[in-house]
């Protein structure tokens, strides 16, 4: 009888979550980059609380950013970093990202500490 051994790989549960909350990150902040879009053409109320000319990066420290630029009452949004952005809303990693922003409150609670 032969024994085999057994090589030590790093389970694939390890690796999975990471790359499923980047994903999920990031379909978050486009769905939210599209709505603003619609919401900047269509929306009165919105449109005149978007008063003066800014650009807002949020990211993770591990690889996922993008950042909405708000001129002329209009707000779009890009994927990446930008280049001089006026407010960087950073993560240490995505699961962290994605779990503040989803929370109950918790964009009301981070309002309020910008």
Not at 20 to 34: D, E, F, N, S, T
Not at 68 to 79: I, L
Request: glycine share 8%; with cysteine.
């Amino acid at each position: 009888m032969t024994e085999s051994k057994l090589v030590a790989r790093e389970p694939v549960s390890a690796v999975l979550p990471g790359r499923i909350h980047k994903l999920a990150l990031r379909l978050l902040l486009r769905a939210v980059g599209m709505c603003m879009a619609i919401a900047s053409r269509w929306n009165d109320g919105f449109r005149r609380q978007l008063s003066r000319d800014v650009v807002i990066e949020i990211r993770s420290d591990d690889g996922v950013a993008r950042h909405f630029d708000f001129r002329g009452r209009r707000a779009r949004s890009r994927s990446g970093s930008a280049a001089h952005p006026d407010c960087v809303l950073s993560f240490a990693t995505a699961r962290q990202g994605l779990t503040i922003l989803t929370a109950r409150g918790g964009t009301a609670l981070l309002f309020e500490g910008l």
